[in-house]
């Protein structure tokens, strides 16, 4: 092929490329399409055997740095609860009605890293949340005397995720039918020097929020898509 019908034949392939990820962009946001979520008015300070102990907010990890937070998220909440027992878990949550791949959530493993955190013994789940199965994320971290286990899970659109690959897919096949997906970060932890211990009290925390919450609040943190969830 000669030079000159070789760059022409390239350029049309370009511009027919250019056309079809412009036609296939994505446009409306799912979020425009339901009731509006409001963390504040949906997440109880008293529930179960727990109760919400006001404290400064320093000592929860933030989901990102302020800047960051204010660019991908358009709410966020960070709150600690206390049992009978006196065991503390430190909740937070961020979510974000654009879920673009520059505006996506971002997981805990980046923001903990961020801060100084070592992590380790990251493993997949499925918790027991009520009747369901949620597939979650468990990750331990440390910085200095602090231990730190967490349990984290994101839901992207309707659908819960783990991993870069689970919510990328995610993303794009909302995309591919033209919508933009909303996201959102849900995240307990404790200090505790004794995971299983943190993982046990972190699970029947997060039951008891969820059956504590109005049932059209629960897919906000929990999607409506359920799928047999592989540990």
């Not at 019908?5 to 392939?13: E, P």
């Not at 490329?17 to 799912?30: D, E, F, M, V």
């Not at 503390?88 to 520059?102: E, F, K, N, T």
Request: proline share 6%; hydrophobic share 40%; glycine share 6%.
């Amino acid at each position: 092929m000669k030079p000159y019908f070789k760059n022409i034949l390239l350029m049309v392939l370009m511009l027919a490329s250019a056309g079809l990820a412009l036609s296939i962009r994505p446009t409306h946001k799912i979020a425009d399409q339901k009731p509006p979520v409001h963390l504040e008015e949906i997440i109880p300070e008293l529930f179960g055997d727990w109760r919400e102990i006001k404290q400064s907010s320093q000592q929860i990890v933030n989901p990102q740095e302020r800047q960051m937070l204010n660019q991908i998220y358009s709410q966020t909440l960070s709150k600690t609860y206390i049992d009978s027992t006196g065991y503390r878990v430190m909740l937070s949550i961020a979510y974000g009605g654009d879920q673009s791949r520059d505006l996506q959530v971002h997981r805990p493993e980046a923001c903990y890293s961020a801060q100084g955190f070592k992590l380790s013994n990251q493993q997949k789940v499925a918790l027991q949340i009520g009747d369901r199965q949620i597939p979650a994320m468990r990750l331990q971290t440390q910085l200095g005397s602090r231990i730190e286990p967490l349990t984290y899970w994101v839901r992207i659109g309707n659908k819960i995720v783990r991993g870069n690959l689970e919510q990328g897919f995610a993303r794009l096949s909302y995309g591919v039918k033209g919508l933009i997906a909303d996201g959102l970060l849900f995240r307990v932890s404790s200090i505790d020097s004794n995971p299983a211990n943190a993982y046990d009290k972190q699970e029947k925390f997060a039951s008891d929020l969820a059956k504590a919450m109005l049932a059209a609040d629960q897919p906000s943190l929990l999607g409506t898509t359920r799928l047999p969830v592989d540990p």
